[in-house]
């Protein structure tokens, strides 16, 4: 089964007011075909789950600017003024979540498990209206699995059973997310078809990847 589909396809799973991860490490590793696609099509009011939202112009920043984000979880917002501005005036809701546990708690979801313990927050004001359990005589938070609707994920290179290999630091993520929803699109920068990627490198197996869009640079020329 061959599974890359044009990007205008691809983003039509996309609806107002979903739950959406996004990889991407200060917009490394962040699908910016999708998101430029998205930004034009004008989905709104989404619920997105991200490391950060990069810069204003850049990665997820483009979906900041344009105002399609009613809420982000994330663990750093500090290089996007917008994202602060928007803060502030009340149109952005924002859950402020250290970077280890947004990790642990979206592979969590994807390893279909209750939760994460951990001690990150204790005595802060990380720990508000959150359980906390003692284990041997220490405090530990409990903190909840994040899943998604859709995922969309960044690639270095795709076979036509989607299975993918990342690119050094741009994997950052992109795989755990890869698990955490109930639908996947990846975009990569290249792709073998009718191939296969030897197993023994392969980071994320097609079978948790529904969609394969190539990139595109800002001529729309496909990698």
């Known amino acids: 089964m061959n599974k890359l589909v044009d990007v205008d396809e691809a983003i ?3 609806k107002n007011g979903q739950v959406v991860m996004i990889g991407g490490f200060m917009s490394c590793g962040t699908p910016e075909t999708i998101i430029d696609a998205l930004v034009e099509k004008g ?5 997105v789950i991200a490391n950060d939202t990069a ?3 850049k990665g ?6 344009n105002r399609q984000i009613k809420k982000i979880f994330a663990s750093h917002i500090g290089l996007n003024r917008e994202t602060g ?14 970077q280890g546990t947004l990790a642990e708690r979206i592979r969590s979801a994807g390893a279909g498990l209750g939760g994460i313990l951990t001690p990150t927050g204790i005595g ?6 959150k359980k906390i359990i003692e284990v041997n005589g220490k405090k530990f938070l409990l903190e909840l699995p994040l899943e998604a609707d859709i995922a969309l994920i960044k690639a ?9 290999i990342y690119n050094k630091s741009a994997c950052n993520f992109n795989p755990i997310m890869a698990l955490a929803a109930k639908y996947v ?3 990569v920068e290249e792709f073998i078809e009718n191939g296969n990627i030897d197993p023994e490198i392969v980071k994320t197996p097609g079978l948790f990847i529904n969609m394969i869009v190539r990139r595109e640079d800002k001529h729309g020329n496909k990698y």
């Open 12 to 14: 039509k799973k996309v």
């Open 60 to 65: 997820i920043g483009k979906l900041i600017s």
């Open 185 to 187: 699109i990846a975009e």
């Open 43 to 47: 989905v709104r009011d989404l619920v």
């Open 124 to 129: 802060t004001s990380v720990e508000n209206n």
């Open 85 to 98: 501005e928007q803060i502030n005036e009340g149109s952005i809701e924002a859950e402020l979540i250290p």
């Open 55 to 57: 810069m204003p112009g």
């Open 156 to 164: 270095y290179k795709a076979d036509s059973y989607g299975n993918l």
